[in-house]
Each structure stands twice: as C-alpha cells, then as structure tokens.
C-alpha cells in the first residue's frame, strides 16, 4: 500500500499531514517539523523550524548546512523518527484506527525524493518510514 501525497490514499501516514504532536513539552505542528528540528543543537534554529508556517519549510530549513548537524546525527535519526511516530499514533485515535485498518499490508512511502524514509526515484529505497509504521501498527494491535 503506497502512500506519499497528503491530499492522496493514506496521506495521513506522511509525515507532512498535520497530526501535531508534544515530544519534549513543545508542541510541533507535524511530525516533519519534529524531526527537523532535531538535527540541530542550536536552541533558536530549532524553534525557528519548529514554528515553520508549513512542514516544507520545516523540511527546507532541515536541509540547511549553514549549522552544523548534531554530532550523533546519523545514530539517532531512526529513534527520533520512532519517537516522532509513536506520538503521532499515540495522539491520534482515528489515525491509529486507519493504521490498523491496513491489516497486514506492506506500507510504502512512495517518495520519489527520499531514497532513505521512502523508496525514492527508482523505488529501490530502503523505506524507513514504511517500515516504522508497520511497527507501530503491530504495537497497536498489542494494546
């Protein structure tokens, strides 16, 4: 089951669809603009991301090398996506019910930009987001 655009099929498993979520006593508005403000230790940068008028730019300001990325960057980029995601599904019953709904489906980010979250251009992508959403659905199924 694909799933990428918001205004598409399942467009509220994107990271862009606005399920707001409170993750360290700050509320962000999407999971995107939780994600991207992680990257960086610089406290005024964060909260410009997190207060981004939409989770593009969020993304955008995410993309910036102007600062430097967190030193543990690329070690904990799975864990606070995880995060990000349990919150979402946690904070948002009709959403984890939609989850669930998808049974046993394999869920695919059909991104075209994003060979790491998603399967991007060629769809020979790794699909880390997918994979995070079907462990939060057998965790929903657990409980």
Sequence with gaps: ?????????????SNFAGFGVELGGK????????YQAQKFENEAYNEKIRQA?????????????ELPLRANWDSVKSDIMWQAVQ?????????AQMLLETDQKLLIENSPYDEYWGIGSAGQGHNHLGTLLMRMRNQLKQS
């Design 1 to 13: 089951m694909y799933f990428y655009a918001q205004n598409e099929a399942y467009g509220e498993f």
């Design 27 to 34: 509320f962000y508005p999407t999971i995107e603009h939780y």
């Design 53 to 65: 008028a939409t989770p593009k730019e969020a993304a955008d300001l995410g993309k910036t090398r």
């Design 87 to 95: 919150q979402k599904f946690h904070s948002h019953y009709d959403l």
